[in-house]
C-alpha cells in the first residue's frame, strides 16, 4: 500500500517548507519536517480510493491530499511561523505544567460534559469557549498550532450530528447507545490535538533553561 508521505503533492509540499526554513537550525528543521510528516499521515490514514496506485495497493484521493494540506497550513504559513519563532519575534515561552493541562483538560471536556442530562449541552459550550480563550493566551504554541487545535477542540460540533444521523440510518433511528458512541468517537479529533499539544509545550520546557 502506498504511503500518505510518497504522494507527489505531499513531497512538493514538505519540500517547499524545507526549502522556505533553510534559515533555521537544521535540528529544528528537521523537527518541525518529523512534526509535519506525523500530521499529514495522520490525516490522511486510512483515506483510500479504489484507484490502483502504483504499487499495486490503493491510491490517495488528490483532492483529499490537497484538503489535508490546506487544512495544516501553506508552507508560506508554516515557514514564516518557524522562522518568527526561531528569531524571536513571537518567541513561544515554556508554561507551568498546571496551566497546560488545565487548557488541555478544557479543550476535551466538551464531548464528555454533554453526556450530562440537561445541562450537558451548555456545559460543554462553556468549556470549549474556555479552552480556546486559554489555547490563544497561551504561550508555548504558536500560531499553527493554535489554529489547528482550535479546529479539534471544534471539531465535535460537526462530527456529533454527522456521525449520529449515519447511526440512526443504519440502525432506522438513533438510540442513546448510539448517540454515546458518537460521542465518544468525535472525542477522538480533541485528544489527538491536545496530544500533540502536550507533547511540544513539554518539549518546549525541556529546551528551557
Excluded at 465535535?156 to 458512541?181: E, K, N, R, W
Aim: negative net charge.
Amino acid at each position: 500500500m502506498s504511503s500518505p508521505l510518497s504522494h507527489p503533492l505531499v513531497r512538493t509540499f514538505l519540500a517547499s517548507v524545507e526549502r522556505r526554513t533553510a534559515a533555521l537550525p537544521a535540528a529544528w528543521r528537521e523537527e518541525l519536517l518529523e512534526d509535519l510528516r506525523e500530521e499529514i499521515a495522520a490525516a490522511l490514514a486510512d483515506d483510500r480510493t479504489e484507484n490502483p496506485a502504483a504499487d499495486g495497493g490503493p491510491a490517495i484521493s488528490e483532492e483529499r491530499v490537497r484538503r489535508a494540506l490546506d487544512w495544516i497550513g501553506t508552507p508560506e504559513e508554516i515557514a514564516a511561523d518557524a522562522l518568527a519563532e526561531e528569531s524571536g519575534s513571537i518567541p513561544p515561552e515554556p508554561e507551568n505544567p498546571g496551566g497546560t493541562w488545565l487548557t488541555l483538560g478544557l479543550a476535551v471536556l466538551p464531548v464528555p460534559l454533554c453526556l450530562i442530562p440537561g445541562v450537558g449541552i451548555p456545559l460543554g459550550l462553556v468549556a470549549a469557549f474556555g479552552a480556546l480563550v486559554r489555547l490563544w493566551r497561551s504561550a508555548p504554541w504558536v500560531r499553527r498550532e493554535k489554529r489547528q487545535a482550535t479546529l479539534f477542540v471544534l471539531s465535535p460540533l460537526v462530527t456529533v450530528p454527522v456521525l449520529a444521523a449515519a447511526l440512526s440510518l443504519a440502525f432506522d433511528g438513533i438510540s442513546a447507545p448510539a448517540f454515546v458512541a458518537s460521542l465518544l468517537i468525535a472525542l477522538a479529533l480533541p485528544v489527538v490535538g491536545a496530544i500533540r499539544l502536550a507533547r511540544s509545550a513539554a518539549r518546549l520546557r525541556e529546551q528551557a533553561p
